[in-house]
């Protein structure tokens, strides 16, 4: 299933429009469980950024979780870093209009190159690394481009069902990842590698969420795959199976998942 035409479908939708732009942010905040799940370990890592604090968001994307971290702490300097250099001249344009250019930026750029050193307290990369074929090579460069006593909050499928496949060999439901997801163990040995401490990695998307990911992912891209003419449909659709969807990310959220389909880690460079 190609994803990246529908994410460019839905970014011309809003591209001239700050309260669409708005708009869309908002939906997908409530929308998608990630979001959800982002937002919980957030507000766990705030305290330790109160005052003046230089963060990345790797792999920005849309710009939605650099919205979201820009209305957090207004003292903080955020810099989203993304492959696609349509997305990067997008959000540029938006923050400026919006009036957070002074303290939000964006960049065009490739991850497993990065050369920033101990520049970033916080490092945000939501849905990124099943994208990368690379990805020890990228903790790496995360792990050198932070400063000492960051912290890093990575969001991704896991193994366990990840992007919709059954197994290693399945076809993943996004057909640009380049994983179907990782173990609890692989990736926190990766991160180990690369010199992270203090790394925990959680499972999200259990059965409540991975319902919720049927209906407000999955079932509506299937939908905009056919024809595009299903846009019309999707606030109708939504209307109706929100409320569910809602409920099932609340269960989602406040469980302790043994398993699920999604995984969200945090590890910390400590200070040497």
């Keep these: 299933m190609k994803y990246d035409p529908v994410k460019k479908s839905l970014g011309r939708l809003i591209k001239d429009s700050l309260f669409l732009r708005k708009l869309f942010y908002f939906l997908l905040d409530i929308l998608l469980l990630r979001a959800w799940h982002v937002r919980k370990i957030l507000r766990k890592v705030i305290p330790h950024f109160q005052g003046k604090a230089s963060v990345l968001d790797a792999g920005s994307g ?7 971290l820009s209305r957090m702490n207004r003292q903080w300097t955020i810099t989203g870093i993304d492959i696609d250099k349509e997305h990067v001249a997008d959000c540029n344009d938006f923050f400026r209009r919006a009036g957070l250019s002074e303290r939000v930026s964006f960049t065009a750029g490739d991850l497993t190159t990065l050369k920033d050193t101990d520049l970033y307290d916080l490092v945000l990369s939501v849905d990124v690394m099943e994208h990368i074929k690379e990805d020890e ?22 193994d366990k069902g990840g992007s919709d496949a059954d197994n290693e060999n399945s076809e993943s439901f996004i057909e640009e990842h380049v994983r179907n997801g990782y173990s609890t163990g692989e990736i926190t040995g990766k991160l180990e590698k690369a010199g992270f401490s203090d790394v925990k990695a959680s499972y999200t998307y259990g059965i409540p969420g991975n319902l919720s990911w049927k209906l407000s992912m999955k079932y509506p891209i299937l939908m905009l795959n056919r024809s595009r003419l299903f846009f019309i449909l999707l606030p109708f659709y939504y209307c109706i199976s929100f409320p569910f969807s809602a409920i099932l990310n609340t269960f989602d959220v406040c469980i302790d998942h043994k398993s699920g389909t999604g995984l969200i880690v945090t590890a910390r460079k400590n200070p040497k």
């Excluded at 849309?62 to 979201?68: A, D, M, S, V």
């Design 62 to 68: 849309f710009g939605q979780y650099t919205w979201r």
């Design 137 to 158: 090579k990228v903790f790496s460069n995360l792990f050198l481009a932070m400063k000492n006593g960051g912290i890093l909050i990575i969001s991704t499928p896991s």
